[in-house]
């Protein structure tokens, strides 16, 4: 989840982990850095957040659902 002004600040809140059941969410878990996480998912989830925010001119929150591939790459799903 992040948050973008109208100049293009962006603050990104901390990274979270969810959990599904038949495919609603079930249970948040985070921040990622105490689930063990690898930090640079944090900042490519980051990366991704800013590129999003910037290229479609958003302002004001917004939330990107990543998903971590078996090569350790983070997917955009929605």
């Given at each position: 989840?992040?948050?973008?002004?109208?100049?293009?600040?962006?603050?990104?809140?901390?990274?979270v982990?969810?959990h599904q059941k038949?495919?609603v969410?079930?249970?948040?878990?985070?921040?990622?850095?105490?689930l063990?996480?690898a930090?640079?998912?944090?900042n490519?989830?980051?990366?991704?957040?800013?590129t999003i925010?910037?290229?479609?001119?958003?302002?004001?929150t917004y939330?990107?659902?990543?998903f971590?591939?078996?090569?350790?790459?983070l997917?955009?799903?929605e």
């Amino acid at each position: 989840v992040s948050t973008r002004s109208k100049s293009g600040q962006i603050i990104h809140y901390p990274l979270v982990e969810t959990h599904q059941k038949k495919g609603v969410c079930f249970s948040v878990e985070g921040p990622s850095a105490q689930l063990g996480i690898a930090p640079h998912l944090k900042n490519d989830a980051e990366q991704i957040a800013k590129t999003i925010g910037d290229s479609q001119g958003i302002v004001g929150t917004y939330a990107v659902e990543l998903f971590e591939g078996q090569d350790s790459k983070l997917y955009i799903n929605e």
